[in-house]
Nanobody, 126 residues
Framework: QVQLVESGGGAVQPGGSLRLSCTTSGNILDYTWLAWFRQPPGKEREGVAVTLRRGSSAWYVDSVKGRFTISQDNAKTTVYLQMNSLRPEDTAMYYC???????????????????WGQGTQVTVDS
């Protein structure tokens, strides 16, 4: 089992920044795919950034490229999502997700991930 706990959400003005944190615990393997998803009100959950616990490779959905950065701490127990140049359309509940083993066929598809955190709200509004 893997436990994920998000923190760091809040309200920010357009153009501002936030850093989300996801603390991981439990049976975390090196080949664990760690992702950030978001779900705006009334919309489907979408993946925004993915990394592999082993190493530092990262993948991003086009809408956040150049603005969001996914990273891990040196102990590989916390996954971060640094969000810069935030826009109103970034408003959503943000979730940390994880799955172990071979790479998901679609890195940004929610159904590919077995473990989820409870979410943290991000609101971008002037």
């Amino acid at each position: 089992q893997v436990q994920l706990v998000e923190s760091g959400g809040g309200a920010v003005q357009p153009g501002g920044s936030l850093r989300l944190s996801c603390t991981t615990s439990g049976n975390i393997l090196d080949y664990t795919w760690l992702a950030w998803f978001r779900q705006p009100p009334g919309k489907e959950r979408e993946g925004v950034a993915v990394t592999l616990r082993r190493g530092s490779s990262a993948w991003y959905v086009d809408s956040v490229k150049g603005r969001f950065t996914i990273s891990q701490d040196n102990a590989k127990t916390t996954v971060y999502l640094q969000m810069n140049s935030l826009r109103p359309e970034d408003t959503a509940m943000y979730y940390c997700a994880a799955t172990a083993g071979i790479a998901p066929k679609n890195l940004f598809k929610a159904s590919e991930y077995a473990y989820w955190g409870q979410g943290t709200q991000v609101t971008v509004d002037s």
